[in-house]
């Protein structure tokens, strides 16, 4: 059974960084995509960014392009989101997710079959 945990969220300063981390057992497929989505109190779940486990390709949602940088380490079966320049409105619950889907699904919270159990980030203004 696959499971991911996250580690790394916290309370910081906006113009702080943060880095979570997500740590996938259970097996790993090289056909897979790790994704990360955030959910704000009162709003949906939304696509922050992702990278194919194999290849290392990285897309991001607009919001988060330039400061947010997705990456990987398959020795250690983890994955990262390097948060930069954060901002209040970055706050949220930021959950990690695996999956196979095709390049035009990434964005899509169904199509990843594991996720994590989210971890909280809270920027002050």
């Known amino acids: 059974q696959v499971q991911l945990v996250e580690s790394g969220g916290g309370l910081v300063q906006a113009g702080d960084s943060l880095r979570l981390s997500c740590v996938v057992s259970?097996?790993?497929?090289?056909?897979?995509?790790m994704g990360w989505f955030r959910q704000a109190p009162g709003k949906e779940r939304e696509f922050v960014g992702a990278?194919?486990?194999?290849?290392?390709?990285?897309y991001y949602s607009e919001s988060v392009k330039g400061r947010f940088t997705c990456s990987k380490d398959n020795a250690k079966n983890t994955g990262y989101l390097q948060m930069n320049s954060l901002k209040p409105e970055d706050t949220a619950v930021y959950y990690c997710a695996y999956g196979s889907m095709l390049t035009s699904q990434v964005p899509l919270a169904g199509k990843y079959a594991y996720w994590g159990q989210g971890t909280q980030v809270a920027v002050s203004s």
């Open positions: 259970g097996g790993t497929f090289s056909w897979y995509t």
């Open positions: 990278i194919t486990w194999s290849g290392g390709t990285t």
